[in-house]
């Protein structure tokens, strides 16, 4: 009998030591609260790396999308070392490339620039979460 593969796994970067890494975590709530909020679930990355075997079995039958700040990939890494190849990966900083006149530098408060920022960063999630369940592209969601 398959397997009903109906929700995705959201790893996000939890370094903050960089905005990027605030960022992807933004994002993913934006994901997760707003966006595709039954479709999706967040893996704690720190408890998946120190051997949550929740989130470690969720990552091994479920699809799963790493959201990494930068080109360190600890999501992207770790998910591909415990459970196997993630389904996507996104960059916060590879997108960043695309707004060279953003200068991101919160990572407490963000700006209204920033916030946008985040928002475009979800958009581009919320793309491979409906390419990882077979939706139509810019099928609404409420």
Known sequence: M??????VGIVSCSGEEIPEGTISRIATRLIL???????TVTICLPLFLAGGENERAFA???????????????AE???RKYSGKPTATIVVADILE???NL??????ELSVKEWEFAE?????IVKKVDEVLGQK???KKK
């Open 60 to 74: 091994q039958v479920f699809p799963t999308i790493t959201v990494d700040g930068c080109n360190k990939r600890c």
């Open 137 to 139: 592209k810019g099928a």
């Open 120 to 124: 475009k960063v979800a958009e581009e």
């Open 77 to 79: 890494i770790g998910t």
């Open 2 to 7: 398959p397997i009903v593969k109906n929700k």
């Open 103 to 108: 200068n991101l530098k919160s990572r407490d």
């Open 98 to 100: 695309k707004y060279p």
């Open 33 to 39: 609260e707003k966006l595709r909020p039954e479709e």
